[in-house]
């Protein structure tokens, strides 16, 4: 699958940290040049609908290793990279993307500092409210364990009393309460939650014993540090954020057309991540993914 980035360049916008104990994750921001902006059967944008014309400028939290995280050399990479990219393509447009954390996504949306959120911004009825959501992944919650899995866990009910690490504030912290109140309603123990700012630093704590599990919609990295235990217990829906209609109309667009072509498909198998396969549509509260 062809891509045209040519030159990067990194800047800070948050705070470094490791990836997995292992990976200097830094704050950044990626560019690359492509090469379809002179080309034939361009997917149109206006100007306005851009922060900077000619240019498509994707926000991410590279934190979840291995689906979006800063490499060695500074570039943001993973399965929100790629398609980012592809999008930005099929747009004719230049790809900037950006790294900060998801707190700061929607306003920033709100505030034209970025095109599009690409951090699997999961739906719900209240968020479409504020933002233009277009769905692009299905992923499961799974709970992560050490390679191996020592404590030999395998269902929901096996993490009372355990401690289990999530990130948080958001979807993974609330699914987590949730599946602890209902272990807690069978009257098991409840989870001894720990809340990390993003999906690496939690798996950091599983890797140095610091937590029992890591419970996230991503999964783990195939390196043998860690396994999903069990089954996925529920599947949610991320997509896209974005704040100005017509961009979110050429998106609708640019997507449809890269899985008509097949391109988005041998990606997300690489990443072992779920391609949604209903209709690309920007979603509303009466209108949800399904």
Not at 1 to 15: G, K, N, T, Y
Not at 54 to 59: S, Y
Request: include cysteine; charge should be negative; glycine fraction near 10%.
């Amino acid at each position: 699958m062809p891509r045209s980035a040519v030159r990067r360049a990194v800047a800070a916008l948050s705070s470094a940290g490791l990836i997995l104990a292992t990976t200097a994750l830094g704050a950044g921001s990626a560019l690359a040049q492509t090469d379809a902006g002179s080309g034939a059967d361009c997917i149109e944008v206006p100007g306005e609908s851009l922060v900077t014309p000619g240019k498509l400028t994707v926000v991410t939290n590279a934190a979840s290793y291995p689906i979006s995280y800063v490499d060695a050399d500074g570039e943001i990479v993973g399965i929100r990279a790629e398609y980012s990219q592809l999008i930005a393509d099929a747009l004719c447009l230049e790809l900037e993307m950006i790294n900060a954390p998801f707190d700061g996504h929607i306003p920033g949306l709100q505030s034209k500092r970025w095109d599009i959120s690409a951090s699997g911004m999961v739906y719900t009825p209240e968020r479409v409210e504020v933002v233009k959501m277009i769905p692009l992944e299905v992923q499961g919650v799974v709970i992560w364990v050490n390679g191996g899995n020592p404590l030999g866990i395998e269902t929901v009910e096996d993490l009372a009393g355990l401690r289990v690490g999530t990130e948080g504030p958001g979807y993974e912290f609330d699914a987590t309460t949730k599946l602890s109140e209902d272990v807690a309603a069978q009257g098991m123990e409840p989870f001894n939650i720990l809340t990390f700012g993003d999906s690496s630093k939690a798996a950091q704590a599983l890797a140095a014993g610091q937590v029992d599990a890591k419970i996230g919609t991503v999964p783990p990295p195939d390196d043998g540090r860690f396994e999903i235990a069990g089954e996925p217990l529920s599947q949610t829906f991320k997509c896209l954020g974005l704040n100005d209609q017509a961009l979110a109309d050429a998106v609708v667009k640019a997507v449809d057309r890269l899985k008509a072509e097949g391109q988005l498909a041998p990606i997300f198998e690489r990443y072992e991540v779920t391609l949604y396969d209903g209709e690309t549509k920007v979603i509303t509260a009466d209108s949800p993914p399904n």
